[in-house]
């Protein structure tokens, strides 16, 4: 049945469900839901992808006008997500190639109900499902000492944002970061690689473009560091593989 249709009809049992759908520079997705719809934690996909059951809560601007004779849009939302595990975090923040902020989220709304005969969940038959919001994420944030992590996000059709300074001053750095050999030779010689901002490059031997000196830059530490939250920091040499 219609999402549409089982309103109107004010049938009991289903419950209004949440689907987020992040997409990230590189082209990949993470999806997440306030209940479990993944086969991996036990649960059933909807609409053929998995949604992990990361969703806390959600909090959804009232909607608001664009103009006097524009159409009505949800202005921003902030999604709050569980990250005890780290999987979000490492997963998709820490990864160079990712990260939440300028990635596009869509929010879609359907009606879930569990199906007595089989125990699995049975969905509105909206296909895809109703899209209620499209925007573009900032940066996240950590709370409950990164138990939580909590992704804003303002509507895409909202033209009159511009951001300064370009690199914002902020506690992580914004440069990409090297993450093997090869990179940090790249990322200390080549001026056009997106790594020269950062340059950081201890023990890769080549020649720094601007002053003609040898590229190589920064410290080390000990063998397979670890941070705070156990994650792996440095490589058997003692070269960091994560911006610290």
């Known amino acids: 049945m219609a999402l549409t249709s089982i309103i109107a009809s004010k049938e009991l049992g289903y419950q209004p469900v949440l689907l987020a759908t992040y ?3 590189d082209g990949s997705f993470f999806r ?16 053929g992808n998995d949604y992990l059951a990361r ?12 103009s006097e004779q524009g159409v009505d849009r949800i202005a921003d939302v902030t999604i709050h997500l569980y ?7 490492t997963t998709y923040e820490q990864n160079a190639a990712r990260g939440f902020k300028g ?6 709304l359907v009606l879930m109900d569990i199906d007595p005969a089989t ?3 049975t969905f509105s038959t909206d296909s895809p499902a109703p899209v209620k919001f499209s925007g573009i994420c900032d940066a996240p944030s950590c709370e409950a000492g990164g138990l939580m992590l909590i992704v804003r996000a303002t509507t895409s059709h909202n033209l009159s944002r511009v951001d300064f300074p370009i690199i914002h001053v902020q506690q992580r750095c914004a440069n990409f970061f090297a993450r093997n050999a090869a990179e940090r030779l790249a990322g200390a010689s080549d001026m056009s690689d997106w790594r020269w901002g950062c340059g950081y490059d201890p023990d890769q031997a080549g020649t720094d473009p ?7 830059r920064g410290n080390t530490t000990t063998a397979l560091a670890t941070d705070p939250q156990g994650n792996v920091i440095s490589d058997a040499a003692g070269i960091f593989v994560t911006c610290n």
């Open 55 to 66: 969703i806390d809560a959600q909090d959804i601007q009232q909607v608001q006008a664009r």
């Open 119 to 121: 125990g699995l969940y």
């Open 23 to 25: 997409q990230f520079a």
């Open 83 to 89: 990250n005890a595990d780290q999987l979000i975090f």
């Open 103 to 108: 990635a596009k989220l869509k929010l879609a």
């Open 210 to 216: 601007e002053i003609g000196g040898d590229c190589r």
């Open 32 to 47: 997440c839901s306030t209940h479990n719809f993944s086969t991996g934690e036990g649960g059933n996909q909807y609409n």
